[in-house]
């Protein structure tokens, strides 16, 4: 299963925006600049750290390229089965999921960064990473300095995110290297988000959301404030508002995905720190995590997912007692995009129109349908007994669509 993330405010950089200025997808740009009143095209190309440091330019910036990169994956015909954002990416995660017409996300966004740039401001505050040290050590840390620090992020193992005024996270930090983390790195934004002194943002952001139209997201978004997931209409204005003072699970995230199925965990944004905290976490070698920053990265992928579609198609012909048996083949897209069946095996798409009376006979060259602009056809002789993917579904490269049962010569499948 495929899984989508989003970052959140920190990963941004300047110049994050020039490998997309060419993209076609970059005219998500130009929207959102129409949308909020903001030069987007500046803030994503000409900006300075200082300037991106700020957290209404940084939030804004981050959710903008997230989506133009998001777009170009779904241009390519990559769609996701499990979703979740850090933060502010899970706004991200929500206009992926359809839950937030980009527009709203915009607005929402925008004076999300806002009411935090004055939170901020009303009650001035800093984050830190302490690495090396377990979650209760840091939970101690903070309690045992007597002021205004909590954790903020659980972002993978032995690596915990405090936030709080100057003063107390710089004393949480010391008592954390007492307690044996390795180190402690301050983190360039603007505030203790996750935390009490994000309050004063909280009723404007409420009111931000009680205006805003929300449908069910699908698939459904994992949350940062319980790491479950969620799929309900009505749920999302209240996780949103309860996000903004408690602690974003993330670590708890990634393990519900994984639980869940995910096999190849992509970030989709500037940066690579969630792949980067991902891959602390994979249970096997055939579970990977990448970051797509760049269209290179993006191309990366596709390749990654058209081998490993290859290589699954090879074990299931290698595995015996499975569904695809060494009798057995699959029939793979040859290109990313919109898949569409021939009529010939109309019969066979999944659904509950589907005839199961009947296999359809195939030769070797026999159209089976689709993608764009593309033939799909058989290199195989034999029965087609399934289409493994509805019309209009969009497939990638070296993705299965078909399966046969093929003829044998002599005593091998061909």
Request: hydrophobic share 45%; with cysteine; aromatic share 4%.
């Amino acid at each position: 299963m495929l899984a989508f993330t989003f970052p959140g405010q920190g990963s941004q950089r300047p110049g994050m925006g020039a490998p997309w200025e060419e993209h076609p997808s970059f005219e998500l740009v130009k929207q959102a600049s129409d949308v909020t009143g903001r030069d987007l095209r500046a803030l994503l190309l000409e900006a300075d750290q200082e300037t991106l440091t700020r957290t209404d330019n940084a939030q804004l910036a981050t959710f903008v390229l997230s989506l133009v990169v998001l777009d170009a994956a779904e241009r390519v015909g990559l769609e996701p089965g499990s979703l979740a954002g850090h933060s502010l990416g899970e706004y991200s995660a929500l206009v992926a999921s359809g839950a937030l017409d980009y527009e709203d996300g915009l607005r929402l966004v925008s004076e999300r960064g806002a009411a935090m740039q004055h939170a901020a401001e009303v009650a001035p505050g800093t984050m830190a990473a302490v690495l090396g040290l377990d979650d209760d050590a840091v939970e101690a840390s903070c309690l045992r300095a007597e002021g205004d620090v909590w954790v903020a992020n659980y972002n993978a193992p032995g690596q915990v995110v405090i936030a709080g005024t100057a003063e107390a996270v710089d004393e949480a930090g010391s008592i954390a290297r007492e307690l044996g983390g390795r180190k402690v790195l301050p983190i360039p934004v603007g505030g203790a988000f996750h935390t009490p002194l994000m309050a004063p943002a909280r009723d404007r952001l409420r009111k931000a959301l009680s205006e805003t139209r929300f449908v069910a997201p699908e698939p459904p978004v994992v949350a940062n404030v319980d790491a479950r997931p969620h799929a309900k209409t009505d749920d999302w204005r209240r996780l949103l508002s309860a996000q903004l003072c408690s602690p974003v699970r993330w670590r708890q995230t990634i393990e519900a995905m994984l639980q869940a199925g995910a096999q190849t965990i992509v970030e989709l944004g500037p940066g690579g720190v969630l792949s980067g905290l991902a891959r602390r976490m994979l249970p096997t070698a055939d579970t990977v995590a990448v970051s797509v920053a760049t269209p290179d990265d993006l191309d990366k992928l596709i390749d990654l997912l058209a081998g490993h579609s290859t290589a699954m198609q090879q074990a299931a012909e290698d595995r015996t007692g499975e569904r695809f048996h060494i009798s057995e083949r699959l029939v793979l897209s040859p290109a990313a995009g919109v898949f569409t069946p021939d009529d010939s095996v109309a019969a066979l798409v999944p659904g509950p129109k589907r005839d199961p009376s009947d296999p359809v006979a195939v030769h070797v060259g026999d159209l089976i349908g689709h993608v764009g602009p593309h033939e799909v056809r058989s290199p195989f002789e034999g029965s087609l007994e399934g289409v493994l993917v509805l019309p209009g579904e969009r497939v990638t490269s070296g993705q299965p669509v078909a399966w046969l049962r093929a003829v044998t010569v002599g005593a091998v499948a061909r």
